[in-house]
C-alpha cells in the first residue's frame, strides 16, 4: 500500500520561508512524477508545483512561480518544496501527490495524481 507523508507546515511570517517535505514509502513503489497542490478553507484545491521524473521537468502555478522551488530524490522517494517570500494568500493545506500510473501527460491536473497525502497546514501571517 502507497503512502504519502508530509510535514514541514506550520506558522510563519510573511516574507518568510518554509520547507515542505514529502515521503512516499510502500513496496515497489514506481512514481513518474509528483506534485503538491493546495486548498484555502471555502476556496476548491488548486495546483502548486509539480515534478516529473523523466527529464527533470517542473511545473508552477504562475501565483508562486519565482518564489517556490520544487525538487526531488528518487532514490529516497521524497519530494520538497521550499518556499519563500511567503504571503498570507499561500495560507492553505499542502497536499503532496504522486502519479503512479504511466498514462497522462498534464502535471498541472489532480487527475493525473492517484496517491494523495493526508496534507499539512501553512498558515502565513500578516
Known amino acids: 500500500q502507497v503512502q504519502l507523508v508530509e510535514s514541514g507546515g506550520g506558522l510563519v511570517q510573511a516574507g518568510g520561508s518554509l520547507r515542505l517535505s514529502c515521503a512516499v514509502s510502500?513496496?515497489?513503489?514506481?512514481?513518474?512524477?509528483m506534485g503538491w497542490f493546495r486548498q484555502a478553507p471555502g476556496k476548491e484545491r488548486e495546483f502548486v508545483a509539480a515534478?516529473?521524473?523523466?527529464?527533470?521537468?517542473?511545473y508552477y502555478a504562475d501565483s508562486v512561480k519565482d518564489r517556490f522551488t520544487i525538487s526531488g530524490n528518487t532514490a529516497k522517494n521524497m519530494v520538497y518544496l521550499e518556499m519563500n517570500k511567503l504571503k498570507p494568500k499561500d495560507t492553505a493545506v499542502y497536499y503532496c501527490?504522486?502519479?503512479?500510473?504511466?498514462?497522462?501527460?498534464?502535471?498541472?491536473?489532480?487527475?493525473?495524481?492517484?496517491?494523495w497525502g493526508q496534507g499539512t497546514q501553512v498558515t502565513v501571517s500578516s
Open positions: 515534478i516529473r521524473w523523466s527529464g527533470d521537468s517542473t
Open positions: 501527490a504522486a502519479a503512479t500510473a504511466r498514462t497522462g501527460s498534464n502535471y498541472y491536473a489532480p487527475g493525473r495524481y492517484d496517491k
Open positions: 510502500g513496496r515497489s513503489v514506481w512514481t513518474y512524477g
